[in-house]
C-alpha cells in the first residue's frame, strides 16, 4: 500500500470517527440538532452539551491517541524494539504520581486545575531524573535502566500515597482517577494540554531522518552526521511533553503507544520516519474508537477508558507476539 494512500485512509477514519464521537452520547439528541448546537449555538442545554461536553471530550480523544501514537513510534525506532511503549521512561508513572499527591493532599479539590498541574510537575521531575541517571554520553540501554528505575519509584511512592490514604472515599478517588477516563473533561484541559503536546509533536516529527539512521546502528548512524546525544535529548523532552499532558488531564491510557506501532510497521515498509505519522492518525484513531465504545458498552457503570484499551490492547498484542513468533520460526 501507498504511504500516502495509508495517511489518507487513516485521516478518514479519524475524521469520520471525530464525527461519531459528537454525536455519540446520552442526551438525546438527532444529527441534525447536534450539529445546529455545535455550529450555531441553538438551543442552551444542547449547546451546552455539544461545546462544553462532547467537543473537549473528542478533541482530548484526538490530541491523546495521537500523541501515544507518536510516542510510541519514536520510543520503538530509538530502541530498535518492537516492545517499547512510551511509559518506558516512566514520565507516565511519574505525571500519576504528581496527580495522586494532589488528590491526597486536596490540591485538587481546591484548586481547578491543581491535579492537571501537579501531573505536569511529576512529569517534569521524572525528565530531570532520567538526563541526570543517564548522563549526557550514555546510550539507549542507560535510558531503559534509568526509566525503568524512575517508573519504579513513581509506583512505590503512588503505592504509599494509596496506602497512607486518610479515607476509602480518597482512594477510590485515585483508583478511579489512575484508570484513565475522557469524561467530564472541558476546554481548559484541552488548552493546559495541547501547548506542551504541540511542542512535543514538533520535537518527535524531526526525528525520523535520525530514527532512519539508526536502524543501520549508532555507529552508522554517527557517521552519517547524527548526533546520538541530541537524538536522545529531543526523544525524552518530546515523549515527556506528549506524555506527559496526556497523563495531566485524562490519566493513565495504556497499550495505545505499544499497539498501534506494531500494527502499521508492516504496511510502512518498517521505515521508522513513515511509521511516525502512521502511527499519530492510528493512535488518534484506536483512541476516538475506545472513547466511543465506553459510551455505547455499560455507560451507565461508567466504564474508564484506559480499563478498555487494556482490555483490547492486551489480547491484540498478545496476538501479534504470536503471530511474528511463528513467522520467525
Same mark, same amino acid.
Given at each position: ?113 491543581? %491535579?492537571? =498541574?501537579?501531573?505536569? /510537575? *511529576?512529569? $517534569?521531575?521524572? &525528565? !530531570?531524573?532520567?538526563?541526570?541517571? #543517564? +548522563?549526557?554520553? @550514555? ?91 541530541? %537524538?536522545? =535529548?529531543?526523544?525524552? /523532552? *518530546?515523549? $515527556?511533553?506528549? &506524555? !506527559?499532558?496526556?497523563?495531566?488531564? #485524562? +490519566?493513565?491510557? @495504556? ?75
Amino acid at each position: 500500500m501507498r504511504f500516502s494512500l495509508l495517511l489518507a485512509l487513516l485521516g478518514a477514519l479519524v475524521a469520520a470517527l471525530f464525527a461519531v464521537s459528537l454525536l455519540v452520547g446520552p442526551a438525546g439528541l438527532t444529527p441534525a440538532q447536534s450539529l445546529a448546537a455545535l455550529i450555531r449555538g441553538e438551543g442552551l442545554a444542547e449547546t451546552l452539551v455539544m461545546r462544553e461536553i462532547r467537543l473537549p471530550r473528542a478533541l482530548l480523544a484526538v490530541m491523546i491517541g495521537a500523541s501515544l501514537g507518536l510516542a510510541g513510534a519514536a520510543m520503538q525506532g530509538y530502541l530498535r524494539n518492537p516492545l517499547a511503549e512510551p511509559g518506558l521512561i516512566g514520565v507516565s508513572g511519574s505525571a500519576a504520581l504528581g496527580a495522586v499527591l494532589a488528590l491526597h493532599t486536596g490540591l485538587a479539590a481546591s484548586f481547578m486545575l491543581g %491535579l492537571p =498541574l501537579a501531573a505536569l /510537575a *511529576g512529569a $517534569a521531575a521524572a &525528565v !530531570g531524573l532520567i538526563l541526570v541517571l #543517564a +548522563g549526557p554520553g @550514555g546510550g539507549s540501554i542507560t535510558l531503559i535502566l534509568a526509566g525503568i528505575a524512575v517508573s519504579a519509584m513513581a509506583g512505590a511512592l503512588t503505592s504509599l500515597v494509596l496506602n497512607l490514604s486518610p479515607n476509602p472515599f480518597a482512594a477510590s478517588e485515585i483508583i478511579f482517577w489512575m484508570m484513565g477516563s475522557l469524561a467530564d473533561r472541558s476546554m481548559v484541559h484541552v488548552w493546559l494540554a495541547l501547548p506542551l503536546m504541540v511542542v512535543g509533536w514538533a520535537l518527535l516529527a524531526s526525528l525520523g531522518r535520525g530514527l532512519d539512521a539508526l536502524t543501520l546502528g549508532e555507529d552508522a548512524a554517527a557517521t552519517m552526521g547524527i548526533s546520538l546525544v541530541r %537524538l536522545r =535529548l529531543v526523544l525524552v /523532552a *518530546g515523549v $515527556a511533553c506528549v &506524555v !506527559g499532558a496526556g497523563t495531566a488531564v #485524562a +490519566g493513565a491510557i @495504556g497499550f495505545v503507544g505499544l499497539v498501534v506501532p506494531h500494527i502499521l510497521r508492516p504496511v510502512v515498509g518498517a521505515q521508522p520516519s513513515k511509521l511516525l505519522a502512521a502511527s499519530t492518525l492510528g493512535g488518534a484513531a484506536m483512541v476516538l474508537a475506545a472513547d466511543i465504545a465506553v459510551r455505547l458498552i455499560l455507560p451507565e457503570r461508567d466504564l474508564k477508558l484506559g480499563v478498555l484499551t487494556a482490555i483490547v490492547g492486551a489480547p491484540l498484542f498478545l496476538h501479534l507476539i504470536y503471530r511474528t513468533r511463528r513467522e520467525g520460526l
